[in-house]
C-alpha cells in the first residue's frame, strides 16, 4: 500500500530497515502496513514479540531499534505497557506483518519527550515493527 505522505522504507521482513523521508509529518496517528502476514491476528491483551526500528520524523539518527540490539521485544499490546501509539495501531494486525508507523507526541511520550533519547515535547516518532509472535 502506498500513502505518499509517510517515509519510505527499504528493506523485507526481518531485515533492519532503512526510513527516507520526504516531507512534514502528517497529521495524527497513522499506519501503514508494508507486508501482509498471515499468522494469527495480534489482539489487544496478548503478549506480542516484535523487532522494531525508531527514529524521530525527519532524523536518520535511530534513537531505538531491536533489529540493532539482535533481540526481539516482548511486551503486552493494548493494555499501557507500551506508547499509546503502539497500543492503537499494533493489534488488528497479523504475525508476520511489517508496520510503518508514524505516531504524534500525544500518542507517544507526550510534551516531556524523552530527552535522554533525542526525543523532543513535539517530535513525531516513526517506528518500522516487524510482528514475530502473538499468544
Known amino acids: 500500500m502506498s500513502d505518499q505522505s509517510m517515509p519510505e522504507v527499504n528493506a523485507e521482513f526481518g531485515a533492519s530497515p532503512t526510513i527516507t523521508f520526504h516531507g512534514p509529518a502528517p497529521s495524527g496517528l497513522r499506519a501503514v502496513e508494508l507486508v501482509e502476514g498471515d499468522g494469527p491476528v495480534v489482539r489487544k491483551g496478548d503478549t506480542v514479540t516484535v523487532n522494531y526500528h525508531g527514529v524521530v520524523w525527519g532524523s536518520d539518527q535511530v534513537f531505538d531499534s531491536s533489529f540493532q540490539r539482535h533481540q526481539p521485544a516482548s511486551f ?3 493494555v499501557g505497557q507500551v506508547i499509546r501509539g503502539w497500543d492503537q495501531t499494533v493489534p488488528g494486525h497479523n504475525v508476520g506483518s511489517r508496520l510503518l508507523v508514524s505516531i504524534p507526541p ?11 533519547a533525542g526525543i523532543g515535547g513535539d517530535d513525531t516518532l516513526v517506528f518500522v515493527i516487524d510482528i514475530i509472535s502473538t499468544r
Open 76 to 78: 503486552g499490546i493494548g
Open 106 to 116: 500525544e500518542y507517544g511520550y507526550g510534551r516531556q519527550g524523552m530527552p535522554q
